[in-house]
């Protein structure tokens, strides 16, 4: 029996940071609008909590589930950098029981 994996080495964070922004910088020229999607709990705070990430400018819709115990958020919002997406990204990931898309 093999005991070396044949799986590729894990990528660190930064590593993969570097090749999102990369991928960012790539696709859009800044300052450009930049879609946010996320799932979070159907609670006042949760959903305060989300839009207190964002600046007054960016456009929320919602959709809440089946059974309304879950929210969906597409946000759009004009940003500067790939910098700027991650710290919004980061901010959101706080909030308990969401899920970033």
């Known amino acids: ?5 044949s799986s590729a080495p894990k990528e660190s964070d930064a590593a993969k ?9 790539a696709f ?7 879609t946010f999607k996320f799932i979070l709990p159907s609670e006042p705070i949760s959903i ?4 207190g990430c964002f600046g007054e400018q960016a456009r ?5 589930s089946k059974k309304g115990n879950y929210v969906a958020f597409t946000i759009e919002e004009v940003v500067s950098s790939a910098e700027a997406v991650f710290e919004r990204y980061e901010q959101a990931g706080k909030i308990s029981g ?3 898309l």
């Open 1 to 5: 029996m093999n005991s070396t994996s």
């Open 48 to 51: 305060a909590a989300l839009k």
């Open 98 to 100: 969401i899920i970033s």
């Open 17 to 25: 940071r570097e090749r999102l922004r990369e991928q960012l910088d």
């Open 28 to 34: 859009h020229q800044w300052p450009s609008a930049f």
């Open 60 to 64: 929320f819709s919602e959709r809440p």
